[in-house]
């Protein structure tokens, strides 16, 4: 497999082109040694995109030593500068080769091109120029110490790179939060070895081109496919040489990774599940709510993780909220994703699929009542394949029902009324999660009240996804650990040293 892997074979039209993904290690596109694959099929229709070859314990071994070596090498040995306009090219290539990877994010996701083409592309490329003038900008501390003697002593901080970083990245974003995490830590100059999800392989194998295009040394970025359990997503974090370990997913899988973790002492940064709850409050500028809320709900057919799945709305126009929002709703439409009417994509997968319509079926069994929604939608038959699920919402359910209580990941939400703001707190917060949540109020005070009082990692006001790339992101309680973005990513990728200098 050379280097342009991914692009179109002659002969071929572009909707027949397969597209195979590699390994990418030490600089170099590899499809291993283990002669396991795996199909990798199109969530639109259920075509066959192409074969991904799934890496064992001699792949990664391999990706971590050349990860070491470039540690230890020519990357290590650069200044701030020459990193950072290294990535800074990195950038620049992923906006010249917007098309390509466009193309590539749309193939895997399923997603409309409008949504990939304003959000996934260019924050993708943007998470390595943002990061670059982080590293620029920002010191470290120093302090004057008295000592016995009159003389004193200085005391100043030195940041050195972690070393080696397992980043192991989800399907539902896939370039954005994959180079959220690898845009840091090459700044910091840290290496990485990247396991994207098994869902999602083409946009991190296509950066290994632009990686050699704009002369990052070998080694600096490596790219492993696999599964997790006895694969390479296991193998990778029990790894002896990976330094830290960061990973965008659900709960249960963080809790197994904060596991192989502990041998070694490692740290992670996990960003997991949500129960995200929006507060529409009767003095709301409702065409606002409704708009940020059919976001907050549908975009990206629900599988973001600061989506909105229970939404809580004031008495007074609760009735008002719950017909809008069945009204835009059933205004998507269905369609590839090059198709600029497009208003929703499918879900990720036939197995994904599964799990969000098995809620479907649960809600109704728990008594809530379906407003619109609640199954498969009928499709064309150039359609009938993918992994399609009608945009749905509920009312009525109880507080401890499924469907309040679990993240779906799908596009769905119950609407529930409250009638006091102390009631409305006490709901938003009454989940395991702890990740976002949407107030939405005219009233200033409110705003800044209720919003303190939210158990999450983020609150918008009047607002969803509008995000300062500055500014500390991650979850509370079961939605994760530590937190990434402008000078909050410096605390994981690197390690403190303190030099004491008796004067």
């Not at 909707?15 to 993904?21: G, I, P, T």
């Not at 010249?96 to 592309?121: M, N, Q, V, Y």
């Not at 994959?178 to 700044?187: E, I, N, R, Y």
């Not at 679990?406 to 609407?415: A, D, Q, Y």
Request: glycine share 12%; charged share 20%; hydrophobic share 40%.
């Amino acid at each position: 497999m050379n280097v342009h892997s991914l692009q179109q074979p002659r002969g071929e039209t572009r909707a027949s082109a397969r597209r195979d993904a590699a390994h990418f290690i030490g600089g170099a596109f590899t499809q291993g040694t283990t002669g396991k694959s795996w199909e990798n099929f199109s969530p639109v229709d259920g075509t066959l995109i192409g074969r991904v070859p799934e890496g064992g314990r001699a792949e990664v071994d391999a990706a971590v030593t050349a990860a070491r070596a470039a540690l230890n090498g020519p990357w290590g040995r650069m200044t701030v500068t020459q990193r950072t306009d290294l990535l800074g090219a990195v950038a620049d290539e992923i906006n010249r080769r917007f098309d390509e990877f466009l193309e590539a994010e749309c193939l895997d996701t399923g997603k409309p091109a409008s949504l990939a083409s304003h959000i996934d592309i260019p924050r993708g490329a943007a998470n390595f120029k943002m990061f670059t003038d982080v590293v620029k900008t920002i010191g470290t501390e120093c302090f004057e110490t008295p000592t016995p003697d009159g003389t004193g002593a200085l005391n100043y901080a030195l940041r050195r790179p972690r070393g080696v970083i397992g980043v192991i990245s989800p399907w539902n974003l896939p370039l954005l939060l994959m180079t959220w995490k690898v845009g840091p830590a090459l700044a910091l100059g840290n290496t990485v070895v990247v396991k994207p999800s098994e869902e999602t392989p083409l946009t991190a194998t296509l950066l290994g081109e632009v990686m050699n295009t704009v002369g990052i040394p070998a080694g600096v970025y490596n790219v492993v496919h696999g599964l997790g359990p006895d694969s390479a997503g296991e193998f990778l974090t029990q790894h002896p040489g990976v330094n830290g370990i960061t990973f965008t997913g659900e709960t249960r899988t963080g809790e197994a990774i904060m596991r192989q973790a502990a041998h070694g002492i490692r740290p992670v940064s996990f960003e997991l599940g949500g129960k995200n709850a929006a507060l529409v409050f009767a003095d709301a500028d409702l065409d606002k709510a409704i708009e940020g809320t059919m976001r907050s709900v549908f975009a990206n057919c629900g599988q973001v993780c600061l989506g909105t799945e229970r939404v809580y709305v004031e008495r007074p126009i609760f009735e008002t909220f719950v017909a809008r929002l069945k009204a835009g709703a059933e205004s998507l439409r269905y369609g590839r994703p090059e198709d600029p009417a497009t208003g929703i994509g499918p879900l990720i997968s036939k197995e994904h699929q599964g799990k969000v319509l098995s809620y479907y079926a649960k809600a109704v069994t728990e008594g809530a009542t379906v407003v619109t929604g609640g199954g498969v939608p009928e499709l064309p038959a150039d359609l009938s394949g993918g992994s399609w699920v009608q945009p749905t919402i509920w009312v009525g359910a109880k507080d401890d029902a499924a469907i309040i209580r679990e993240e779906i990941f799908g596009p769905c939400c119950h609407i529930r009324p409250f009638d006091t703001e102390e009631e409305a707190i006490r709901l938003a917060n009454d989940t395991p999660y702890g990740l976002a949540a949407a107030v939405w109020t005219e009233n200033l005070s409110r705003a800044h009240r209720v919003a303190s009082k939210m158990d999450v990692g983020i609150c918008w006001v009047n607002s969803w996804f509008l995000r300062d790339l500055r500014t500390a992101f991650g979850g509370a309680k079961a939605s994760g650990i530590g937190r990434e973005g402008g000078v909050h990513s410096l605390e994981f990728y690197t390690e403190i040293t303190n030099v004491c200098v008796k004067l």
